[in-house]
């Protein structure tokens, strides 16, 4: 068969044991025999090369008299992709979950029809490479001040804050209204709440009777999340009676970005090669179906985190591993990512499992593992990161905090079963991870790199390992669940994994499907 698409190209150099840079891809493509000078390319390039790159292709090329290697012009502002083919009809998408395991590819599809112009991925907020925090005092003041100072901001045109201070000095009765950080919360004997906030000022004591509506606020709140409330200051103005309480929050009137063309999304995320109960031939059906003419809009895949199953993540871990050796396991991931069309544009962050620090804002890979993971030129960027594609604005976070938030609140604000509605209440206080000292390790650092300046159309997480999607003030979030079936570790806690399935979104309209394969 000939080599006329990227994709067979990919797959024709895979399996002679190489990777491949886009643009020598589309320069093989682009020659007046594909097949020659993939043949031609692979024969020069040297004994332990293991990637093929534009400059082994130019040498080759201008090595053949007869052969005229095309110019190779990215869009200005987008990165260089594979060359186009024919567009496929969009699949039927009726059902939100298909629960039928799709076709495997059969070869009959030619690839995707994309110009390279049309495609965009950006991001914002990328921390690798920017860590300055170095565990003292001064590092975790300057990160609750930067965190301070970004959310106030979203509540001072709703309240007319005065600083903590300044409210001491007032007189009894007066009225007053201010933002802070929640320093504590606690009830009184007569089951009224005191909520104690902080600024850069001091400390003040807010009381939040418990037969205001208000009330049921309480229960969301979180450790250093900020806040605004409005009221009036007791006889003694040694405190304030709260009257309303408000949340960074996303605006109800958001309007979300869209693409302006019909192009799909995959989000996935907890792949977690390496352990026993890594789903090998769920893989293969998702990565053949990505080959097929029925994901044919299909452009870009995002895996928030959790690539490897990683070494000595929980107690007798290695007792569930099938490979032993965390550069191995990075060695397997890679080998399945080769599986998947070589023209996808795939964006990853890391998750708790995986060979950075725990503490977030989290790195993205080193080079050592970027290297072994170099398969289709993935982007690699930092947990948490906003990725614009085409528009788009997809804020990826792996998920650690969703734990603490389903531990803290209400079952009918946040579970398991419902993941999604742990997503709202981390978009209603814009913030991926608010509670510091908890359960989710938090890195002191100049900047807070956790706060969502940004509202996104789409927020993507993983780690719990459950599937839920549903949308908070035009925001779609979607939680994509795993690649691993149930461990003996999760049996002990009660975890019943979403194994296998693809959440599948239209960036023209933001609207989803599931696609299952287990």
């Not at 090595?63 to 992709?81: I, R």
């Not at 991931?333 to 890391?350: A, H, N, Q, T, Y």
């Not at 995986?354 to 398969?375: T, W, Y």
Request: hydrophobic share 35%; with cysteine; aromatic share 6%.
């Amino acid at each position: 068969m000939p080599l006329e698409t990227p994709a067979r190209i990919v797959r024709a150099l895979v399996s002679r044991g190489y990777n491949a840079e886009r643009e020598a891809v589309t320069l093989i493509a682009g020659s007046d025999d594909p097949g020659v000078t993939l043949a031609q390319v692979v024969e020069s390039v040297p004994d332990d090369a293991l990637r093929i790159t534009a400059d082994h292709v130019r040498g080759v090329l201008a090595s053949t008299p007869e052969a005229d290697p095309p110019e190779v012009e990215p869009a200005s502002g987008a990165p260089e992709k594979d060359p186009s083919v024919s567009p496929a009809t969009p699949a039927d998408q009726t059902e939100p979950v298909s629960e039928t395991t799709p076709p495997e590819a059969k070869g009959s599809w030619s690839g995707r029809n994309t110009d390279p112009a049309l495609r965009s991925l950006e991001i914002a907020n990328d921390m690798t490479g920017q860590s300055t925090g170095t565990g003292e005092y001064d590092d975790f003041v300057k990160v609750f001040r930067d965190r301070y100072e970004k959310l106030s901001k979203m509540l001072r045109g709703r309240v007319n804050h005065r600083p903590a201070k300044a409210i001491s000095k007032m007189s009894g009765g007066e009225d007053a209204e201010l933002v802070g950080l929640v320093n504590d919360v606690r009830s009184t004997k007569s089951g009224h709440w005191i909520v104690e906030l902080e600024d850069t000022t001091g400390t003040f004591p807010c009381l939040v009777m418990k037969d205001k509506d208000i009330a049921a606020y309480v229960d969301e709140l979180l450790m250093d999340e900020c806040i605004a409330v409005q009221g009036t200051l007791s006889g003694d103005a040694g405190i304030l009676f709260v009257d309303s309480m408000h949340f960074p929050d996303v605006p109800r009137g958001h309007r979300p970005n869209t693409a302006d063309r019909h192009v799909q999304a995959a989000l996935i995320s907890d792949v977690h090669v390496g352990s026993q109960e890594f789903m090998a031939e769920a893989w293969d059906r998702f990565a053949d179906w990505l080959h097929t003419e029925e994901a044919a809009n299909i452009e870009y895949l995002l895996i928030a985190g959790d690539m490897v199953e990683g070494v000595g993540v929980y107690p007798n871990q290695d007792e569930e591993l099938d490979v032993v050796d965390i550069y191995d396991q990075y060695e397997a991931f890679s080998e399945r990512l080769k599986s998947v069309p070589g023209d996808l544009d795939i964006v990853m962050i890391p998750g708790n499992h995986d060979a950075v620090r725990l503490a977030e804002p989290q790195p993205g890979f080193d080079d050592e593992l970027r290297d072994i993971m170099s398969a289709h030129d993935a982007t690699i960027t930092s947990n948490p990161s906003m990725v614009t594609l085409e528009g788009v604005n997809i804020l990826m976070y792996h998920g650690v905090s969703l734990d603490e938030v389903i531990a803290e609140l209400p079952a009918e604000k946040a579970s398991y079963d419902e993941p999604h509605k742990a997503m709202y209440q981390l978009l209603k206080k814009r913030h991926v991870a608010p509670q510091f000292g908890g359960h989710t390790r938090l890195a002191p650092e100049e900047l807070d790199y956790l706060v969502m300046e940004q509202v996104p159309d789409i927020f993507h997480t993983g780690h719990v390992h459950k599937l839920g999607w549903g949308k908070y003030h035009n925001v779609l979030a979607v939680n994509s669940g795993c690649w691993q079936s149930q461990t003996d570790f999760q049996k002990s806690v009660n975890i019943d994994p979403d194994s296998g399935y693809a959440p599948i979104v239209d960036l023209d309209t933001l609207d989803m499907t599931v696609r299952k394969f287990s």
